[in-house]
């Protein structure tokens, strides 16, 4: 079958993509201090020719750590470090979104100078997984400390404010990090969150906290350059809920009657980050299940091929497919696919950390050849 339907341009919010193969955000922990490098810059230009590149995610404050050299987007150093991965991916041509996040319960005491615990919306440990300490060791989770209600005001404005800092360092928008067990999803699904004030019980109740999160950055930087992503059913970080369809039918027609510019769902056939090369197919199909409930477009992400991306589109379950473990090994994805090209295989040892190996020596094919 053609993928030809992968070529065709979409508009998402105030972006116009010239294609619809988007470069998913992947953390590559390789921005000490918090700081994007040179090396970044060249990292996210070699990948420029992606309709979208959605940056690995981005600290909202000190507070939101919860990787290793993982950057920030909360003082001057960070945003000037990101101005110039954004320069180098404009001046090829290409269109760069940051994806902001706080970590909540998955990060560790030894992120904070004197010590302080994770926060999270109740004091509950995920089990299994390891947090990920500054210097690179794993260590077990630690008992997050339940975030105060009158905390979460300066929640939702680091959120805003990083998203201004991020329009400030050139991003044509911002992606909101719901998924994956981090703090706003831990906020949203019921193992992790037992809060008993207005942030806490009802799905309602639980949604409240993401929705003030969007409104806020929607009021800042725009609704047509925003961005949410969410992963129902995924299990990454331990997260549970006792009813995914209810809770995420209920997030996604919020966010629909915000007309934010796109819709991003991970679907948990892959590990929700690619931890295992299987797909599991057992399991729900978050697109077609969601996608009619999000009046905008709606990207796709988890354990695609060409083949299988265009086909999710042709069925509607999809607008545009997001690759990330791809895109790790094959700088020019886009150029690949459409050649039907062999594809560079990724290298999981060299996912986290370190320096060129892994990052920007993926060849491209023309420098294959
Ligand atoms: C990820 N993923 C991810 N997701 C996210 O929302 N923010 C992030 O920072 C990361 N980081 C990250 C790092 C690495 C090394 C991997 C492999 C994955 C998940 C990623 O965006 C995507 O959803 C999954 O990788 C599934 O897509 P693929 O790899 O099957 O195309």
């Excluded at 790790?328 to 039907?340: G, H, M, Q, T």
């Amino acid at each position: 079958m053609s993928i030809d339907n992968l070529y065709t341009p979409l508009k998402l919010g105030a972006l116009e993509l010239p294609h619809r193969i988007i470069m998913a955000p992947l953390t590559r922990m390789r921005s000490p201090g918090g700081v994007p490098t040179a090396l970044s810059a060249e990292y996210y230009a070699q990948r420029a020719s992606a309709a979208l590149i959605v940056t690995e995610s981005a600290a909202i404050s000190a507070q939101a750590l919860g990787y290793p050299d993982m950057p920030g987007l909360y003082n001057a150093e960070q945003i000037a470090g990101w101005k110039r991965v954004t320069d180098a991916v404009h001046a090829k041509g290409g269109r760069i979104i940051a994806q902001i996040v706080h970590s909540g319960r998955t990060s560790h005491s030894s992120y904070s100078a004197s010590g302080a615990l994770a926060v999270a919306p109740s004091a509950i440990v995920p089990v299994g997984g390891q947090a990920f300490t500054p210097s690179f060791s794993l260590e077990a989770f630690e008992v997050p400390r339940a975030l105060e209600t009158h905390e979460l005001a300066g929640v939702v404005e680091s959120f805003r404010q990083a998203a201004e800092n991020a329009i400030s360092a050139g991003f044509d928008g911002v992606e909101i990090h719901s998924a994956n067990g981090y703090l706003l999803d831990q906020f949203l699904q019921d193992n992790s969150n037992q809060r008993t004030d207005e942030y806490g019980g009802s799905i309602d109740r639980r949604a409240r906290l993401l929705l003030e999160v969007v409104d806020a950055v929607a009021q800042s930087i725009g609704a047509d350059r925003l961005g949410v992503r969410l992963s129902p059913s995924g299990n990454f970080n331990d997260m549970r809920e006792s009813d995914p369809v209810g809770l995420f039918s209920h997030v996604i027609e919020a966010l629909s009657d915000r007309a934010i510019a796109y819709l991003h769902l991970i679907e948990p056939r892959a590990s929700s980050v690619g931890l295992g090369d299987d797909l599991s197919f057992d399991v729900a199909n978050n697109a077609r299940r969601f996608r009619r409930l999000f009046k905008g477009p709606v990207i796709s992400a988890g354990g695609y091929t060409a083949q299988s991306g265009s086909e999710a589109l042709a069925a509607g379950d999809a607008d545009a497919i997001a690759y990330g473990r791809m895109f790790i090994a094959n700088p020019d994805l886009v150029e690949r696919f459409k050649s039907s090209a062999d594809l560079n295989r990724y290298d999981r040892n060299t996912f986290y950390g370190g320096a060129e190996q892994g990052y920007t020596d993926y060849p491209a094919l023309n420098a294959a050849q």
